[in-house]
């Protein structure tokens, strides 16, 4: 037995014998969530590689004339649940559980389990204590749930939404926002007799976001080293000290609205220094639900101050801004759900920043290029609710851009190359996805 499989076996046999006892006081709840996807992608995104002999001397690349092979192989892009061969073997599941001791203390964790192909990956979403003082004072403390925008703290949980992922403009890999920070956090709220009310929440400590790992390279995150070494194409953007905060207007007249915001510091080693750079992060949302119908909709502003290298030497702080903006319209009938979506993501580098960087194995990183900067998603969703609890997801998804659509078998060495060379590749802009998808909760 695996490793992986004896920690799963003992943390579920612990599980079994606890729970029994637990519950019989009712001190605890256990929820789960999960999802099992396939999805096809197809498209004009064909991809000519180049293989690479390995230098032993170096251990780089060597992609001198007579020591590089043709590969006609088509590449075409990878995006959520679909692949260029129709893919079975995405899951996950989300395991929630909360204790109460006592009447005002709660206890909350989170762990995420994922299968794809062969690799399972587990994580530890959020763990932290809730002490509640009164409804307009509650502290946290912990790895806690990051309050930002209309789904972060239920981005796991699939039967509340129309579409199986969140967009990804705001929830995906381009450092938006993240999963939970470690630190403390206040919350509370304050509801007239009308059904008026606000929500608020403040919170301080450290966070993880995930980035891509060429956009972490061009904007001097990572270097060149680092990068040619990688396995996977996302990085951890571990940023040292953040603040944040989050204000949530509610109506009597199924209308939310409010504003998320965080601000960051995050140390840069390049060379043996180390460099200090900031990010601001400021959101807009809303949401409306009455009679089958709802609307949501969020805009992100992000603004990244970077020092910007010209080679080895530090020039400078710079601005690159990213915008994030989606909007969601469903109906629901019954059993039945249409839904439709648009989602926009733009990158807007800082005019000082170099159009190229030059990378581990000698080609060039193009920054300006308009498909590593620009992502939109039109996407159409047919559901079919059996239960509150179970849905069946049927979606089709038009997709331009490179940001999230990510050519497949693709690591720190392809990826270099497939930026780098245009001619290693052809109209691979735009990316077609058809995915089917059944999500639960209990």
Known sequence: MSKFLKVVAIFFIA??????????????????????????????????????????????????????LPDEKERVNNYQYGRSKLDMSNADFALNISGNPYDNLTIFSQIMFETYLRDTNIYLDYAFMEYMINDFFILRAGKVKQPFGLYNETARVGTIRAFALLPQS????????????????????????????????????SLLLDRTAEYALGF???????YGELEKNVVKDYL?????????????????????????????????????????????????????FEFSSEFVSSRNYLMVFDGEEAVGKYPDITTAFYTILSYRLDKYQIAFMYDFFNYELAPERPASIPTYDGTMFLLNDSKYLDHQDIAIALNYWVFPNLV????????????????????GEFYTNFLSNKSYNVGYETTHLLQFIVQFSF
């Not at 006081?25 to 000519?48: C, V, Y």
């Not at 995150?221 to 680092?226: A, P, Q």
């Open 15 to 68: 599980i079994g014998f606890t729970l029994p006892i637990l519950s019989d006081e009712g001190d605890i709840e256990i929820h789960g969530f999960g999802s099992w996807g396939m999805g096809k992608t197809w498209g004009a995104n064909k991809l000519k590689q180049k293989k690479f002999y390995i230098d032993p001397t170096t251990g780089a690349p060597d992609p001198v004339a007579g020591k590089a």
């Open 170 to 205: 705001v929830y995906g890999n381009q450092a938006m926002t993240g999963i939970a920070y470690k630190g403390l956090g206040v919350a509370g709220s304050y509801y007239t007799d009308s059904d008026w009310g606000i929500e608020y929440n403040l919170y301080g400590g």
């Open 220 to 226: 001097g995150l990572i270097d060149d080293v680092e």
């Open 240 to 292: 040292r000290k953040i603040v944040g905060a989050k204000l949530t207007f509610n109506t009597p007249y199924s209308l939310e609205f409010g504003l998320s915001a965080f601000a960051s510091s995050t140390d840069v080693a390049r060379k043996g220094t180390e460099y200090d750079n900031k990010m601001y992060n400021l959101g807009a949302f809303l949401r409306f639900s009455k009679f089958g």
């Open 392 to 411: 069946f997801k049927t979606e089709y998804h038009y997709v331009k851009g490179l940001i999230f659509a990510r050519p497949n078998h693709c690591n």
